[in-house]
């Protein structure tokens, strides 16, 4: 599971995540979990970059981090 922590645009964060395999499993205050098959650190790195990346997330502070279910 990956936890990804942001306090803003978190709708845009769970489609951006979504449409790109991964499974969003639950929102708890700022965090914001995910599932996905594939290896958690790759999948972390891949997060980040998917929201780095995005037209929202270069303004965006957040962190993406590795969580055992």
């Known amino acids: 599971m990956i936890?990804?922590?942001a306090a803003l645009s978190q709708d845009k964060i769970i489609t951006l995540l979504e449409?790109?395999?991964f499974n969003y499993v639950a929102k708890k205050?700022?965090?914001l979990i995910f599932e996905t098959e594939?290896?958690?650190?790759i999948a972390k790195e891949e997060a980040k970059?998917?929201?780095?990346n995005?037209?929202?997330g270069?303004?965006?502070?957040?962190?993406?981090?590795?969580?055992?279910?």
């Not at 594939?38 to 650190?41: A, I, P, R, T």
């Not at 270069?58 to 279910?69: C, H, K, Q, R």
């Open 54 to 56: 995005s037209s929202f």
């Open 19 to 21: 449409e790109n395999n």
């Open 38 to 41: 594939k290896d958690e650190n």
């Open 58 to 69: 270069s303004a965006l502070y957040f962190n993406v981090e590795v969580t055992e279910g």
């Open 29 to 31: 205050g700022i965090k």
């Open 3 to 5: 936890v990804v922590n």
């Open 49 to 52: 970059a998917l929201i780095k």
